[in-house]
């Protein structure tokens, strides 16, 4: 992949890059299959050390693990929510990643559960958060010959939730008009801190720090989720385009956020 | 130009070898080398399912699997659905229950059906629906085809 540069590409699940390269979004003069590298494929889910999540591991294999499962639901919303049962046989999170549409259903819940990236490349290895990972509508930080070898999830915190959702016309298989991931911890009823991220409502999804820290401190209720929803609304730079309308994105921003939320405090009390 | 790959795989249960270029994708290599037409190409990018395909017990739009990646893998296709014995009971109550009309969706739906009853033959209509969400049909309206696979779920565990 160093010898041709940005004439190469990697084939994960290869439902975004077979598509692009079918319709000559660019032109490749190599394509290669990471999936018979073991470290792709790894998925090592423990309480303490949290998860390692392969690039090219399949949705399907995150929502069938049990551990993932009951430690990341978060993390299940976004791999069971990625196209329908044939998408998620092959489609994998590192590659909803690197895809770095700002629409990816996958970037806002590794964004608001503190993902870092394992980038190895010519020069070695390095790492970086998620949120610092995309850098334009199907652009990312990876060098010329660096891959990303994998996902790393911190433990879940005590007391934590998180949830994403997002809106779309149909009930499946459709692209997010807008949405939101977030993540709470709580203490003794009061919310010690929290993450939003933002899908479909500006150039990269957009990790909403203003949002998050009106949140820090105050009693987890209604009030307090309606005004972190409000300056998320201000975080949203959408713009209009055949999915949706700006004003309507915005609008989507305030309710996807209030209903995250609200699901990942119910998380964080113990409810599924 | 480059050279053909060659490519090993299992083919509804028969070991199969054919040649492809690189670029091919495992829908043209059934279609167009092994002359297994039954899979269909709807979109080519992985929208409609008409091309969904069983490869390794996961079904897949095989419009985005490069032919290449079967080698070794077990792939089942329409064409594998029925047996000595007759119709999968999937095939029967599609016919009974007319559900389809142009049959463009119809491989893609049987093979993705399939693939759910055997895991969960009680699968019930909000599972059926989310689960064939990746197969898109222009003519039934859909409710025909949920009613044949709860039907032939029945029949598959044995309650009719």
């Known amino acids: 992949m160093a010898e041709k540069g940005s004439r190469a590409k990697a084939l994960a699940g290869g439902t975004d890059v077979l598509v692009q390269l079918r319709a000559k979004r660019y032109l490749i003069d190599r394509l290669v299959d990471i999936k018979k590298i073991p470290e792709m494929n790894e998925l090592t889910c423990t309480e303490q050390a949290g998860l390692v999540l392969g690039a090219a591991v399949p949705c399907c294999l995150i929502y069938e693990n049990q551990d993932v499962s009951r430690l990341y639901p978060g993390l299940i919303d976004s791999a069971f929510l990625i196209g329908g049962i044939q998408i998620q046989g092959r489609a994998s999170i590192g590659g909803n990643l690197c895809n770095a549409a700002p629409s990816a259903d996958a970037i806002p819940t590794l964004i608001a559960l503190e993902a870092t990236c394992n980038i190895v490349g010519p020069k070695g290895k390095r790492t970086i958060a998620v949120e610092d990972f995309c850098t334009g509508p199907g652009q990312n930080v990876l060098k010329d010959g660096e891959l990303l070898v994998s996902i790393h999830l911190p433990p879940p915190k005590r007391n934590s939730g998180a949830h994403y959702l997002r809106f779309i016309p149909r009930n499946e298989m459709d692209i997010a008009v807008a949405g939101v991931g977030a993540s709470v911890v709580l203490s003794n009823g009061k919310i010690e801190s929290a993450r939003l991220a933002l899908a479909s409502v500006a150039p990269t999804p957009v990790f909403a720090t203003k949002a998050a820290a009106t949140l820090v401190g105050k009693e987890a209720n209604e009030e307090a989720v309606l005004e972190a929803a409000e300056e998320a609304k201000k975080a949203a730079k959408p713009i209009s385009d055949m999915r949706g309308t700006i004003e309507q994105r915005i609008h989507l921003v305030g309710v996807l956020t209030k209903r995250a939320l609200n699901k990942a405090i119910a998380r964080a009390k113990g409810a599924e | ?160």
């Open chain 2, 1 to 160: 130009m480059s050279l053909k790959i060659h490519v090993r795989t299992t083919v509804n249960g028969e070991e199969t070898e054919f040649l492809c270029e690189g670029r091919q994708s495992l829908l043209e290599a059934l279609r167009d080398i092994l002359g297994l037409t039954g899979t269909k190409e709807g979109c080519n990018d992985g929208n409609c399912g008409a091309c969904t395909i069983n490869l390794d017990g996961r079904i897949v739009d095989s419009c985005l699997v490069l032919a290449a990646e079967a080698e070794g893998k077990t792939i089942l296709t329409i064409e594998g659905v029925a047996s000595i014995d007759g119709l999968h009971p999937l095939q029967q109550s599609f016919l009974e229950q007319a559900a389809l009309q142009c049959g463009i969706c119809t491989p893609g739906f049987i093979v993705a059906a399939k693939a759910l009853l055997e895991q969960e033959p009680d699968a019930d209509e909000h599972r059926i629906r989310h689960w064939l969400a990746g197969n898109l049909c222009r003519c039934t309206g859909y409710d025909k085809i949920i009613r044949a696979v709860l039907d032939a779920g029945a029949v598959v565990r044995g309650a009719k």
